[in-house]
């Protein structure tokens, strides 16, 4: 069964991904070597299979016009 999730933090030889709204943790050693942390995450076979890349833009591109909001500041596009 395929899940996403994004990741949360690191804490020592684990990662921490939200789910569903639940903290999950899976091994550090079986994550892809690019992780971090706010990056979008598929899930299969009870280990973190790859980064979805272009969710993980969507959701940057998403914060950046929050924070763009907030502070005042027009976007680019």
Do not use: C, H, W, Y
Not at 1 to 28: A, H, L, P
Not at 36 to 60: F, H, K, P, S, Y
């Amino acid at each position: 069964m395929k899940q996403t999730g994004i990741v949360d933090r690191f804490e020592g030889d684990d990662v921490v991904v939200e789910i569903g709204g639940k903290m999950v943790n899976f091994s550090r050693a079986d994550a892809p070597a690019m992780l971090g942390e706010g990056m979008v995450v598929i899930i299969r076979d009870g280990r973190i299979a790859e980064i979805d890349q272009i969710e993980t833009q969507r959701l940057e591109d998403d914060m950046r016009r929050r924070f763009e909001r907030i502070l005042g500041k027009q976007s680019d596009e």
